[in-house]
């Protein structure tokens, strides 16, 4: 290996920003980082910059080694045999190792008329659309949240303090991951903040229009402006560039976070499919994987085994608009149990923390890398693991 080794980092989310700073603690590594926007998106307060009280960005001079370059660009391909990525712009960049780190965005809605009609609002172009749209429609509008995961709540939540009139519309139930005490309780919130809540076998999309949306029940619902926040997706990169994904694209791995089509080649974040079994799309799981992907790459460089990578959820925590929220407890196996705690100016500060917290962490690996390590074993990943070598040990008529 040359002395001086390079390594480039596709996309600059929480995750890519954090391998880009732990790949900084070894002298002799030329980090670059290339991403598509001048300044860092944060995606958790996105519903906020909609309802007017965050911009969502933070300057990269903020969060990012001195040592890392910054390359305002987008890569359009991957070509893994000859180490290099070609950019939007025409060039192209030679590497030693690359981090692959782009992210997830909206899903392609399927359902007609959603894509022609309803807002995404999962990256700061869709946001940044979205709100003025927001803000011409008429205070007695109707707006429509679609999706009832932690950012249709949060939305919802947002928009409705404001005093607009909002509809949820959840699929079969509100907020999947929550637990049923938890779940209640922010079923009562919602109430208070005079937000619709449709939810159960019927209250599922099947069509939107510019001024109403369908439900599989029959229903029609007038809409004067529909957020579509149901599902997420990846960008298709490491497909286009011939390296295998799972079903939604993301880049397979083994549990080192390395390409299983070359070594060289190293995941983090929401598209990651560690021995396809990934872990839930979030930014605490970005936080936890970038820097092991870091780690697994400065590994090989010092020629040395990589380890599996751990991690280990704590929970999750929910604005309802700017003065309220919830905190749900998990287990290590992102799971959620009965403890919550739902209240008022206190549970918001807490959540405002959490952001705020999010970001101090990248910009202390900035400034210290290698400092943050604090990540739990899953031990039911390690038994679904076992599970499935034992599996494909049988099918292949040898022992497990």
């Known amino acids: 290996m040359a002395e001086n080794t390079g390594v480039i980092v596709v996309g600059g989310g929480y995750a890519g920003v954090m391998a880009a700073n732990r790949l900084t603690r070894r002298e002799g590594v030329t980090v670059t980082l290339i991403n598509p926007r001048p300044a860092f998106v944060e995606r958790i307060r996105l519903h906020q910059l909609v309802g007017g009280s965050d911009d969502a960005v933070v300057d990269y001079q903020e969060i990012l080694a001195g040592r890392v370059a910054l390359v305002v660009d987008t890569v359009t391909r991957i070509d893994a045999a000859g180490r290099r990525v070609t950019l939007a712009s025409g060039g192209t960049l030679d590497y030693d190792y690359l981090i692959y780190a782009v992210g997830s965005g909206s899903a392609d809605p399927s359902v007609p008329g959603a894509a022609e009609h309803a807002y995404p609002i999962s990256t700061l172009e869709e946001a940044r659309r979205l709100q003025p749209v927001v803000d011409a429609a008429p205070a007695s509008a109707a707006l429509t949240v679609v999706g009832a995961g932690s950012t249709g709540i949060e939305t919802a939540s947002e928009l409705a303090e404001l005093g607009r009139k909002v509809t949820l519309v959840c699929g079969r139930v509100l907020g999947p991951y929550l637990h049923p005490r938890a779940r209640r309780s ?20 099947t069509s939107v229009t510019g001024e109403a949306i369908q439900l599989a029940d029959g229903r029609e619902l007038a809409s004067a402006v529909t957020i579509w926040t149901a599902g997420f997706g990846v960008p298709d990169l490491a497909a286009r560039s011939g390296l295998s994904t799972d079903a939604l694209g993301r880049l397979l791995t083994d549990e080192t976070l390395t390409s299983v089509d070359d070594a060289r080649v190293v995941a983090a974040g929401d598209s990651a499919a560690p021995s396809d079994l990934p872990v839930r799309m979030s930014c605490q799981s970005a936080v936890q994987l970038g820097p092991q992907a870091a780690e697994t790459v400065l590994s090989r460089i010092a020629g040395k085994q990589p380890v599996n990578f751990n991690f280990g959820s704590g929970g999750q925590c929910i604005s309802l608009g700017r003065r309220a929220g919830v905190v749900q407890f998990a287990r290590k196996n992102d799971t959620a149990t009965g403890m919550f705690h739902l209240g008022g100016r206190p549970m918001a ?15 202390h690996e900035a400034r ?31 022992p497990a």
């Open 186 to 205: 922010v079923a009562g919130h919602l109430a208070k903040l005079g937000v619709t809540v449709l939810e159960g076998p019927g209250a599922t999309v």
């Open 349 to 363: 500060s807490l959540k405002e923390a959490v952001c705020k917290s999010t970001v101090w962490q990248l910009a």
């Open 368 to 398: 210290k890398p290698g400092s943050l390590n604090l990540w739990f074993k899953d031990r039911q990943r390690q038994k679904l693991l076992r599970a499935r070598t034992g599996e494909a040990a049988a099918v292949a008529g040898r």
